[in-house]
């Protein structure tokens, strides 16, 4: 009986930030995040930011670097001169968790 009742438990409590999030829980990601969007089947959400110039792209590499290092979930970071292109996905959970749209939320804080 007790382990029915941890059963139901587990399937009601709140999902953990590194439970991988299922489709509608995505989308409603998705809708409140503008500018970022799915990619490799829902697993990773993506988003292109546009500088003036190399430096003002550098430098906001270096802020989302400090943003990734204090949550310790670090996006995938291409940088083509005042290009940049973030990918964030939580790797340990296999595809996306609340972790990925909150540090998404937190970098566009900053622009």
């Known amino acids: ?6 059963k ?3 399937q009601t409590a709140d999902p953990s930030p590194r439970a991988r999030l299922k489709a509608e829980r995505i989308q409603a990601g998705l809708q409140s995040a503008p500018g ?11 988003r292109t930011y546009t ?9 906001f590499v270096n802020l989302v670097a400090e943003l990734a290092e204090a949550r310790d ?5 291409d940088i083509r001169y ?3 292109t973030l990918v964030l996905s939580t790797h340990s ?3 996306l968790t ?5 540090l998404a939320g937190l970098i566009d804080q900053t622009r």
């Open 98 to 102: 609340d972790k990925d749209f909150d």
């Open 82 to 84: 005042n290009k940049v």
């Open 1 to 6: 009986m007790a382990s029915k009742t941890r």
């Open 73 to 77: 979930h670090h996006p995938d970071i």
């Open 51 to 59: 500088f003036p110039n190399f430096r003002a792209a550098i430098a």
């Open 36 to 46: 970022w969007s799915g990619k490799d089947q829902r697993k990773a959400i993506t």
């Open 8 to 10: 139901a438990e587990a």
């Open 93 to 95: 959970a296999g595809g």
